[in-house]
């Protein structure tokens, strides 16, 4: 089953789907839902046979379907082929970091960027863990984390280079847990304009996902609706010698496999 936000005339409204059948809202399922968090909780006593006698709704535009998170983690070096590129030795614990939710959009918004604020634009594709009841595993949505690379290294820390308005693309739904059997055996790509620049997979994470999970748990409450973004493979732009930054009109590609495409283009102003 998936979880999307869906745009439509009526307004934005959470709606759960199968692969072909279309959506149906959760009003229609009689579930008022504002968030995430409070879609995920309603969904953990929901029967999916429901689905079979609602009528599906098609035709409308997907939005970013994490909605007034209480936390967005992100996770640092957490693949080994990723930190070796960039001259590091992968952690011996998960290095976590913040990054603020309004950063978050749709899997097929545009992103705008100033371009006085920065000139090493970067990407990133990762699977993102949506947390479900109880800091369980609801399911997995595609992400990119972009980031200000100049900003990173102003800082010596992650977390505001990651946190500019439109820097967290997210969908394009949420693939509940069941079809995602092993989150470890999954293959990342990005494509910057049609050119492939990541092509890894989940095996070659440092910490898997059960194990940030429950790291983060440890000195954060995870709540229904909060994310871990779980880091990137190799073939990030950063990278590259020489580095190979984004630029004004770029197309960025992300796909996991069983898991979801996003599609975003950069706008400089």
């Known amino acids: 089953m998936k979880l999307a936000l869906l745009r439509s005339e009526r307004g934005d409204e959470f709606?759960?789907?199968?692969?072909?059948?279309?959506?149906v809202t959760l009003r229609?399922?009689?579930?008022?839902?504002?968030?995430?968090?409070?879609a995920i909780a309603a969904l953990a006593r929901f029967d999916a046979a429901r689905l079979d006698a609602a009528v599906?709704?098609?035709?409308?535009?997907l939005g970013?379907?994490?909605v007034a998170p209480s936390a967005v983690v992100g996770v640092g070096l957490n693949y080994r082929a990723?930190?070796?590129?960039?001259?590091?030795?992968p952690p011996r614990e998960p290095r976590l970091f913040p990054k603020l939710a309004r950063a978050l959009t749709g899997p097929y918004d545009a992103v705008r960027v100033d371009r006085g604020l920065t000139a090493k634009l970067d990407y990133e594709a990762e699977l993102a863990v949506v947390i479900g009841p109880g800091a369980s595993v609801f399911g997995y949505a595609v992400?990119?984390?972009?980031?200000?690379?100049d900003w990173q290294e102003r800082d010596g820390e992650p977390s505001r280079s990651k946190s500019f308005e439109g820097f967290g693309p997210i969908g394009p739904w949420i693939v509940t847990g069941d079809e995602v059997p092993e989150p470890q055996a999954l293959r990342v790509r990005a494509w910057v304009s049609g050119e492939v620049r990541q092509d890894s997979s989940t095996a070659d994470m440092v910490f898997g996902v059960d194990t940030l999970v429950r790291h983060a748990a440890r000195t954060t409450e995870l709540a229904p609706g909060d994310v871990i973004l779980t880091g990137t493979p190799p073939g990030v732009g950063h990278g590259m010698e020489p580095p190979r930054y984004l630029s004004s009109g770029d197309v960025v590609a992300c796909e996991i496999d069983g898991v979801g495409r996003i599609e975003n283009r950069l706008v400089f102003r």
Do not use: F, K, S
């Open 15 to 23: 709606a759960v789907g199968r692969d072909g059948a279309g959506w």
């Open 28 to 38: 229609e399922l009689g579930i008022d839902a504002p968030d995430t968090g409070t």
């Open 56 to 61: 599906p709704m098609r035709g409308a535009a």
């Open 64 to 66: 970013c379907p994490i």
């Open 82 to 89: 990723h930190a070796r590129e960039l001259g590091a030795t």
């Open 143 to 149: 992400a990119n984390d972009l980031t200000a690379r």
